[in-house]
């Protein structure tokens, strides 16, 4: 994406509305950081893909919705009315992309790049998951919807997009598991964060978007070792740098005595490590006939992504241990 003033000037507005709602406690600022969030990244979400129109609409009315009922669910909260939380929480959960409200997301990202799924898996779910942190309520049938769709749903998938969609689906049931421990949520969304922004910039330096073209294209060897590396952080198998966001979900869980969710949590893991790996066992064992899409600068990248996964582990464990 060519960044130019215009796209400077939404990007910085972007941020300057996630940065408003996650620093205030007052809901009505919280939504109107979520507004203006909102209407600077439709305009980034514009590229030359033809789905890209019908991408931004549909993001539009999706979010439109999902604000009207939360701003519905505000009103009612200065009346003190029971159902305003259930309303609000909702209208988050629809933002978030959080099933059952999650089939709009899988329809939008196939009409973006794979800058804006990034921002739009991480940066724009910041603000709402803040919103349901400052929430009464539980949210364990969500969260059981969620672990088994981002779970079950995402083994079919040709594409890589809906693997990450279906993958981001699975990590907000983690992160909402813990959102009433702020520093558990915050520091798994910066762990999270790090890794599929890993995994982004491998699949746009090979300019892959579906798992037929892993097979199809020779990668040097390096590369193909990353890409099954971080298959392996984003599942969270130790000593990858994911599994340490997992770990402290799951020791939260346990010592609140949530045995049944955390039992759920582990289950649905192995499916979606069954889809993690075919990714990375496609380009590694399938023999190759074309090299089309291979770029010279891979290695280099490769051998980063392979340095941060492993050393910032040990430092995140380190810090953990000090806290």
């Known amino acids: 994406m060519m960044m130019n003033s215009t796209l400077f000037l939404f990007f910085n507005t972007m941020v300057l509305g996630v940065m408003v709602s996650i620093s205030t406690n007052n809901f009505i600022m919280i939504w109107s950081g979520l507004e203006l969030s909102l209407m600077s990244f439709i305009p980034l979400m514009s590229n030359s893909n033809l789905l890209s129109s019908e991408s931004m609409m549909k993001y539009f009315i999706v979010q439109s919705m999902s604000s009207s009922i939360m701003i519905s669910g505000l009103v009612l909260m200065g009346i003190n009315t029971m159902q305003s939380e259930y309303m609000i929480v909702s209208s988050v959960m629809m933002k978030i992309g959080m099933a059952p409200f999650h089939n709009w997301m899988l329809t939008v990202i196939e009409g973006i790049t794979y ?61 909402c598991s813990c959102i009433k421990m ?118 280099k990248i490769a051998n980063h992504l392979l340095i941060i996964n492993t050393f910032l582990t040990i430092t995140m464990i380190s810090m953990k241990s000090l806290n």
């Not at 892993?214 to 599942?235: Q, R, T």
């Open 115 to 175: 800058e804006m799924m990034l921002i739009m898996f991480t940066m724009m779910k910041v603000p709402p998951l803040m919103m349901i942190s400052y929430m009464n309520v539980t949210l364990y049938l969500p969260i059981m919807i969620s672990l088994i769709v981002g779970a079950i749903w995402g083994i079919n998938q040709n594409s890589l997009r809906k693997m990450l969609g279906y993958s981001s689906i699975y990590n907000m049931a983690y992160m």
């Open 182 to 299: 702020v520093s558990v949520w915050s520091m798994f969304m910066i762990n999270y964060a790090i890794v599929v922004t890993s995994v982004i910039m491998v699949f746009l330096k090979m300019n892959v978007f579906y798992f037929n073209q892993m097979m199809v294209n020779s990668f040097k060897k390096s590369m193909n070792i990353s890409i099954w590396l971080l298959m392996l952080s984003l599942g969270g198998v130790p000593p990858m740098m994911g599994f340490l966001g997992k770990l402290m979900v799951l020791e939260y869980l346990i010592s609140i005595n949530q045995f049944l969710l955390t039992a759920m949590m582990i289950i649905s893991s192995l499916p979606v490590m069954f889809y993690y790996m075919r990714c990375s066992f496609m380009s590694m064992t399938m023999s190759s006939i074309s090299m089309k899409w291979t770029s010279l600068s891979t290695a």
